[in-house]
């Protein structure tokens, strides 16, 4: 028997008929304690018949592939992916026949699924595809990089791989290329200066989507080899919570059943969990669960159209007429589900649902837990979870009338400042009724990133070490004894408190394999001034990413790495049923200088220390760290012995907790006290939560949502609390929290009343930053919102995230017209590009209070003027320079990447109204940027903002006027200043001509829009966009002093 026999072997797999259950052909028998109920040391046979060749009342309608509904056409998908992979049509398809899937954690190796016969192919793995075969981009493209600002997501993936190590430095326009050793040398020199200071200067950050479990291994070993325990991925911001709360109960962080006893259940529950987007072939195992009389519930705050009904694009039936997939909706408020949890197992109690007998047999804590419930009302815990006690009954019935139940859950759990609490409150559901380590039952928080679930067992994270051992003093002297160098006892940074750390200037280096903090963490506006105050900051990717084009306070690195299937090697992934599946080297094209990340980390680690590192920290090929992680997490021998695409171990067996042993000091499982939220929403307010569409993570593929039809914009509302507001379908919305706010689109939805969703990034710029669950570190992705309507005109202005990342085009609003006709005209999104501008320098003052020629004084080694001239230059088409009658004494700037013109003021020294003019007059865009020559700390983020200001009002052609200030003190401040070139040009003849020649008169005569100071301060913390240059004093700035305006 070879390897790959043998762990088939080993995990349970048998050849089948067609469309069954892989390893189930055999019918099995059940067993029962004394009392009735399941006793999992017997074999189980689901009480139910044969799943039916057809089954006409499971059918969503009786039009043929749902032609008249809402619904994915995967065929399409197919035929796309097809064309966009046109290029490398064979390396795509050797990918898709050979590799192990990097999209969810299901683990396809090829076209196999290892719960069932047949070939699995699902539009998340197709939509991933190109990724991994685009070719490099252009190398020049990356020059300047405020052109690339103006690009979504999308179109920075479009513009291919990365192929070269890239450097950026301050005051640099973009990117130019350097060699390997330059880039590593440069951070191998400032990982030992950072480590000279202190452990906790560095943090390194892997994402979850198709990083393998060597690289995750490499890397925690790298950053602990170094000296730090700041390593984290992907996980913290996403199933934190499911491995905190299943180690504490049940002594195991990890899914206890199979994808084959999802098939196998009586009853299968998800909990804040919408597969039909995120894992659409989990909808194929629900479908065959429904064809063998299996039931399915949802706890929602949304009656999910995809779980309502899906088409199984491989069963022929399920194409041709729908499947209905829920049997039973339960919705609730956003962080309502520990009192609805409780409601119900409260109910549980109240009419003998309850299993005794295991209760007693094999758990802990039940006695206090039961305390715990009785002393909450059953009426309490309706109106906090926003369900009823109607609702309580019907779940605990469907609950106790099944034999065998699978609990499913997800992000709508687990991303809140509760989140651990929340699935401890799933986990007490489950043990009340038995429903783990047995057939057809379990725990099952289901991964959506292929990483996810690996990274953690790997030990790159900054709670844990490999295995999964918490981080303490005995654990690491362990591990130190093992590796031969100290680790440190204390916990590191999770992935949020490395971005906070940063932002305090208490990191040195950040390194990045893959991720986007900027649209993945909420209030990007608050991540994007963190990142900028790293000296160094290193990406690690294969392609670009928004987070990359943050200015550098020092220096940005930029590495190519290769995808999975370049690895050399091969890599392994672990899926959300525990399975460690093989992924082969794959013969195709290469990307330039492109290395695995494995390698070149273990290449830093080499430079910095090269002689330690020879001996403790260095693999010769993927092999070798396969072999080391056998040794170092036990449970996780036979990896070593994997070698080819379909070769998987699955530690533990189909499930865990087998027979009712838990791995827990005693043997026995925990239940856990959890008190629900009392939330009570002020006049107004709404439960906002964050949702997926068309996308993976962060990056989003399509401009709408093939399950529910709504754009990206789209604000999911219910009809009563729409109409409560005066909205109707498509009508434009301002959504506004403490933090921020951003225009949407009013979706009517089957919402639970009081709670709306919103899609993600889309909505992370109203997401506080710095809430989040205190045990699991994840961030809290919920928040309270206002609604304000926009009405039927364009809407006002509303600041919001200042990064210029529209992933959709803009919608439109309906405009009245005259006899009461109404034509479409665009919206303009608050995320949409920066509009195209003149900036304006007004360089003609005497510099009198000074003593010479302040524009002349060097600040960082150039002149005053030309910071001023270069903020603008990163903000407008143009920049225009009006100067006195005399010139100026000293040359300009000659490498701007947009065109400098200068202009003479037409009279000596009239003012700077009088300058603004005749910038203006020579202007070539609608609207302008003025600035002060003597202003050299402008922050190009704030000018941006003010722009967007002006141009979200309807401008007046006629010269009524317009512009936008900001505001300090509740005063409109003289400048910078964003206005309608036309009503300025206006405005300031009309006040020159009555000898009026000052900015503040033109503020005044102006309407102008305020950017309210709690806003551009997100973006400029110390006000240095206000300061200018009177005196010499003025010149002497700390880097982070508060500028007095």
Known sequence: MDARDAHRDVSGETESEPSSIAGSETPITSGLHANGRPDPRATFQPPRKKARRIAPNLWAGLIPNGIDQQKPNHYWEMVRTIWENRRHPFYAFRILRKGVCDGCALGVAGFKDWTMDGVHLCTTRLNLLQVNTMDALDPRKLAVVDSLRELDGTALRKLGRLPYPMIRRRGDLGFTRISWDEALDLAAERIRGARAVGPDRFGLFLTARGITNETYYVAQKVARFLGTNNVDNAARICHAPSTGALKRAIGVAATTCDYRDVIESDLTVLFGADVANAQPVF???????????????????????????????????????????????????????????????????????????????????????????????????????????????RFAHMYAGAKSAVLVWSMGITQHVCGTDNVAAIINLALARGNVGRPGAGLMPIRGHSGVQGGAEMGCYATVLPGGVPIEAGSAEALSAQYGFAIGSERGLSATEMVEASGRGELDVLWSVGGNFLDTLPEPVAVQQALERVPLRVHQDIIISSQMLIDPTDTVLLLPATTRYEQPGGGTETTTERRVAFSPEIPGPRIGEARSEWQVLLDLAGRVDPVRAAVLCSFESAQEIRDEIARIVPFYEGVQHLRDTGDAIQWGGARLCDGWVFPTPNGRANFVRVQPRERELAEGRFLLSTRRGKQFNSMVWRAKDPLTGA???????????????????????????????????????????????????????????????????????????????????????????????????????????????????????????????????????????????????????????????????????????????????????????????????????????????????????????????????????????????????????????????????????????????????????????????????????????????????????????????????????????????
Not at 964 to 987: D, M, W
Request: charged share 25%; aromatic share 6%; glycine share 10%.
């Open 283 to 393: 909808m194929k195992y629900l479908y065959l669960a429904k064809k063998r009389g299996g039931k399915v519930a949802v706890v929602n705050p949304y009656r999910e159209p995809g779980l309502e009904r899906y088409w199984v694009p491989s069963n022929v039936e399920s194409a041709t007429f729908g499947t209905t997939i829920t049997d039973e909706f339960f919705p609730v408020h956003v962080g309502g589900d520990i009192a609805f949890l409780n409601g119900v197992l409260k109910m549980l109690i109240e009419e003998n649902g309850v299993d005794d007998d295991f209760v007693t047999r094999h758990t802990d804590g039940w006695p206090e837990l039961r305390a715990e419930l009785a002393a909450q009302s059953l009426d309490d815990l309706a109106r906090w979870s926003g369900s009823s006690v109607e609702d309580f009954h």
């Open 711 to 1045: 754009d990206r914009d789209a604000l999911f509302m219910a009809p009563s609390d729409a109409h409560g507001l005066g909205l109707g379908e498509g009508d434009a919305v301002l959504v506004r929290s403490e933090v921020g706010e951003v225009r949407a689109r009013v979706k009517l939805a089957t919402m639970r009343p009081g709670n709306l969703q919103m899609f993600f990034p889309e909505a992370n710029p109203v997401i506080p930053t710095g809430s989040r669950d205190p045990v699991a570190l994840v961030p809290d992705y919920n928040a309270t919102v206002e609604v304000l309507p926009l009405g039927l005109a364009e809407p006002s202005y509303s600041a919001s995230d200042p990064r210029e990342t529209s992933r959709t085009p803009p919608r439109a609003s309906r405009i009245a017209l005259p006899g009461g006709e109404q034509r479409r005209q665009p919206i303009r999104q608050p995320s949409s590009p920066t509009p195209s501008a003149s900036g304006i320098v007004l360089a003609g003052g005497r510099s009198s209070r000074f003593g010479r020629d302040k524009l002349a004084e060097p600040l960082d080694g150039r002149p005053i003027l030309h910071h001023a001239i270069r903020a603008l230059a990163s903000v407008c088409t143009e920049v225009i320079v009006v100067v006195p009658a005399g010139g100026l004494s000293f040359d300009l700037p000659t490498d701007l990447p947009v065109p400098l013109r200068v202009v003479t003021d037409r009279t000596s020294f009239g003012g700077p109204l009088l300058g603004l003019t005749a910038g203006a007059a020579a202007a070539r865009e609608w609207w302008i940027v003025v600035v002060g020559g003597d202003m050299p700390l402008l922050e190009p983020a704030v000018l941006r903002e003010l722009l967007r200001a002006v141009a979200g009002r309807p401008g007046d052609r006629n010269g009524a006027g317009q512009g936008a200030a900001l505001e300090l003190n509740g005063t409109a401040q003289r400048l910078p200043l964003a206005l309608h070139r036309v009503a300025a040009i206006a405005a300031a003849d009309d006040l020159a001509s009555s000898g009026e020649r000052s900015l503040r008169a033109l503020v005044d005569a102006l309407q102008v829009v305020l950017v309210r100071e709690p806003r551009w301060r997100r973006m400029d913390p110390h006000g240095r966009t206000l300061h200018d240059v009177d005196v010499q004093e003025d010149l002497g700035i700390e880097a982070d002093a508060e500028i007095p305006a």
